[in-house]
């Protein structure tokens, strides 16, 4: 398994398989913000090239993956994921977070080079075009605020809230 040995416990409800249902749901919600953020920080990057799309998907899957590095030791501590032989970040194995990047950068990668001739497109302005980085910003914040793992709080301000707010200044000012 690229992610490493683990389960997850019933507390998080309904299963397919053996996943919870909102596992994939929360992985889809994580996509969008991520890939804005990666989008407000390369603005002027020619998407429709090679090197465009790859480092789109690398930006994109940091992002992602600076996300889950604040999510997956909480969820370890509280038993809804459970690493089978624990790991030295906070109790989940480096090599969870190696599989993230793969995983997110091959699947960025993938749909960006599908998707280069026809970049998304929204009719929306300011603040309402600005929204899934505000929601990554404010996901940031929110794992910078006192939780049960003190030191997450700094991982946060550096894996999601500079990210975060690097990006959002471009995609609040060039939006508007």
């Known amino acids: 398994m690229i992610y490493g040995p683990y389960h997850y416990s019933d507390a998080l409800g309904a299963k397919s398989g053996h996943v919870p249902i909102i596992i994939p749901l929360a992985w889809f919600m994580m996509i969008y913000p991520s890939w804005r953020v990666a989008q407000a920080l390369l603005r002027g990057v020619d998407m429709r090239s090679i090197a465009g799309v790859t480092v789109r998907a690398v930006i994109t899957a940091v992002a992602m993956t600076g996300w889950d590095m604040v999510m997956d030791p909480g969820m370890a501590r509280a038993g809804t994921g459970v690493w089978e032989r624990g790991g030295p970040y906070f109790g989940v194995p480096l090599r969870n977070y190696l599989g993230w990047m793969a995983t997110t950068f ?53 894996s999601m809230g500079m990210p975060g707010l690097v990006a959002l200044v471009p995609a609040l000012v060039n939006e508007a």
């Open 106 to 158: 091959l699947i960025y990668w993938a749909v960006g080079w599908l998707w280069r001739r026809g970049e998304l497109r929204t009719s929306a302005r300011g603040v309402f075009a600005a929204l899934p980085v505000i929601v990554y910003a404010f996901f940031a914040i929110r794992y910078m605020t006192p939780n049960e793992i003190p030191a997450l709080q700094m991982v946060a301000v550096f």
